[in-house]
């Protein structure tokens, strides 16, 4: 069974840094990409960054450059965002999810399109006091 576990949300405030934590189980990790997603209270859900081919590969969104690291711990199967710099408009659920590196290597699928990943986990809430 495929199952994504996130954690390392919570309360933080502006300017200040949290590390999320995306374990995985139940697939071949080098066989896909891991994205982060968010949605804020009443917004879509919003690729964040995401990694693929054992960190070769990396994408973040403009919103977030400069100040959010993605990496990945093979060994681990786990995913990590370090968010730093965190503004109000960085709140929301964070989400980790899963796409088939084929999907994106040879069909040219965005591993940041949340359209087009295969499997999610439940979310983490990250909260950004001003």
């Known amino acids: 069974e495929v199952q994504l576990v996130e954690s390392g949300g919570g309360l933080v405030q502006t300017g200040g840094s949290l590390r999320l934590s995306c374990a995985a189980s139940g697939f071949t990790f080098d066989d896909y990409y891991i994205g982060w997603f968010r949605q804020a209270p009443g917004k879509g859900r919003e690729g964040v960054s995401c990694i693929g081919r054992r960190g070769g590969y990396t994408y973040y969104d403009d919103s977030v450059k400069g100040r959010f690291t993605i990496s990945s711990d093979n060994a681990k199967n786990t995913v990590y965002l370090q968010m730093t710099s965190l503004k109000p408009e960085d709140a929301g659920v964070y989400y980790c999810?899963?796409?088939?590196?084929?999907?994106?290597?040879?069909?040219?699928?965005?591993?940041?399109?949340?359209?087009?990943?295969?499997?999610w986990g439940k979310g983490t809430l990250v909260t950004v006091s001003s």
């Open positions: 999810a899963a796409i088939t590196a084929d999907k994106v290597n040879y069909y040219g699928m965005r591993c940041h399109n949340p359209n087009a990943l295969d499997y």
